[in-house]
């Protein structure tokens, strides 16, 4: 366990980075906190959210944009770390497991601030919404380049991808709405001075805003890329059918055609037909008769137009 300690006018900080079960218990006692929400805050499945443990102590969740995510990290676990804030009218403990930069940049500010407690939460509140403006940008200019691609019909792993960033932003949005959760009933505590936290809301309505956008654009595109890709798969199998369409037809006209050149170029010895003087020129006639009856019987169907299919 880490332990950074600073001491104000009227109120200490301390933090606490890495902290064990037997150090859960230690600070149990110290700060007179109920151990079970005290021992249990750092598990990874808790959203922000805000509690009031007892008339002097308020407990604090608040889920900040993990800086060493995987490039293909989706969940809530993956793409954010927790800080945890528990604070009363003299102290405030902040609680996380990995180092954080909001924290220790306020940790080499501090000897130089003066702040009270409620500008101490605050402060930190506003970093933490703050650590999701460039993943936000990030997300939004891969958005960007997914929309040129869908438009330039090059598909190539464009519904993984565009499916992570469905998936992110939708991480995003639940954090900034429990988050917002967490901030209206921050404003509800007696003996601080959160009523006025529109320099916190700001930025996170903004947030909130942007990542909507966000996840409406990226849907929009992906129903796009599936509808174009519907169409091109239209278009083939049209194609096709124009294809098939012609060599049936052709196959009309020479069907017969071939029977009638099949029976008479059958050896058989005794065909009285071969022995007719204007045979040759008869048979060349009937095929030619027997064409334009097709070629007359196609036409009336309409299969010789494409207006039909």
């Not at 008339?55 to 800080?83: C, N, P, W």
């Amino acid at each position: 366990m880490k332990r950074f300690e600073h001491q104000w006018q009227d109120f200490k900080w301390t933090d606490i980075e890495s902290p064990t079960q037997e150090d859960f218990v230690r600070l149990a006692e110290e700060f007179e906190i109920p151990f079970q929400p005290l021992a249990t805050s750092l598990d990874s499945e808790h959203l922000p959210k805000f509690l009031t443990l007892s008339e002097s102590v308020s407990f604090m969740i608040l889920r900040l944009y993990d800086v060493t995510a995987k490039h293909q990290a989706g969940t809530m676990q993956d793409l954010s770390t927790k800080l945890i804030l528990f604070f009363g009218k003299d102290f405030l403990l902040t609680i996380h497991r990995m180092p954080l930069e909001c924290i220790e940049e306020k940790k080499m500010k501090c000897s130089f601030e003066q702040l009270s407690l409620d500008g101490l939460i605050k402060s930190l509140f506003i970093k933490v919404i703050a650590t999701y403006d460039k993943p936000l940008d990030e997300v939004e200019s891969k958005t960007q380049v997914i929309e040129s691609r869908v438009f330039t019909l090059r598909r190539r792993n464009i519904l993984r991808e565009g499916y992570l960033i469905k998936r992110r932003t939708s991480v995003f949005k639940k954090i900034f709405k429990f988050t917002t959760d967490v901030l209206n009933k921050l404003q509800t505590v007696p003996g601080h001075a959160f009523q006025d936290m529109e320099e916190t809301r700001e930025p996170l309505e903004k947030y909130s805003f942007y990542a909507d956008s966000i996840y409406e654009d990226i849907t929009g595109l992906l129903n796009l890329h599936l509808s174009l890709m519907s169409q091109k798969t239209n278009e083939a199998s049209y194609k096709t059918n124009e294809i098939m369409r012609i060599l049936t037809v052709v196959s009309i006209f020479f069907l017969p055609l071939n029977f009638i050149a099949g029976v008479y170029g059958m050896n058989f010895e005794h065909m009285p037909e071969l022995k007719i003087e204007q045979g040759y020129h008869m048979t060349l006639l009937a095929m030619f008769l027997i064409a334009v009856a097709i070629f007359a019987w196609i036409y009336k169907k309409g299969w010789l137009t494409k207006d039909d299919l």
